[in-house]
């Protein structure tokens, strides 16, 4: 059984740094996409990041791109999303989320829609203060 759980959230000033962890287990994620999604509250639940456990390919929503890195760590088992220059709008609950990398779904527009996600961490929040 899949279990993703999420650390690393917690209370920071505009401008700081965090450094999100997702512990996977259950099987092997080889083929597997991970995602970081956020969801703030009173809105959507959106993609930030998402990385290809294999070759580590990764992909950025562009409200982001410079700020958010992702990777993975294979003999960890862990995917990690480094924040940087945090802002009040970066305020949400983190998720960790997990899928097959299907051949007939390897696109970024699909991993990018939580739909297409079946497994999920509990979330970790980070609050942002100005």
């Known amino acids: 059984q899949v279990q993703l759980v999420e650390s690393g959230g917690g209370l920071v000033q505009a401008g700081d740094s965090l450094r999100l962890s997702c512990a996977a287990s259950g099987r092997s994620f080889r083929s597997y996409v991970m995602g970081w999604f956020r969801q703030a509250p009173g809105k959507e639940r959106e993609i930030v990041a998402a990385i290809t456990w294999g070759d580590a390919s990764t992909y950025y929503t562009d409200s982001v791109k410079g700020r958010f890195t992702i990777s993975r760590d294979i003999a960890k088992n862990t995917v990690y999303l480094q924040i940087d220059s945090l802002k009040p709008d970066d305020t949400a609950v983190y998720y960790c989320?997990?899928?097959?990398?299907?051949?007939?779904?390897?696109?970024?527009?699909?991993?990018?829609?939580?739909?297409?996600?079946?497994?999920w961490g509990q979330g970790t929040q980070v609050t942002v203060s100005s």
């Open positions: 989320a997990a899928v097959v990398a299907a051949p007939s779904s390897s696109t970024w527009s699909y991993f990018s829609r939580p739909a297409s996600y079946p497994y």
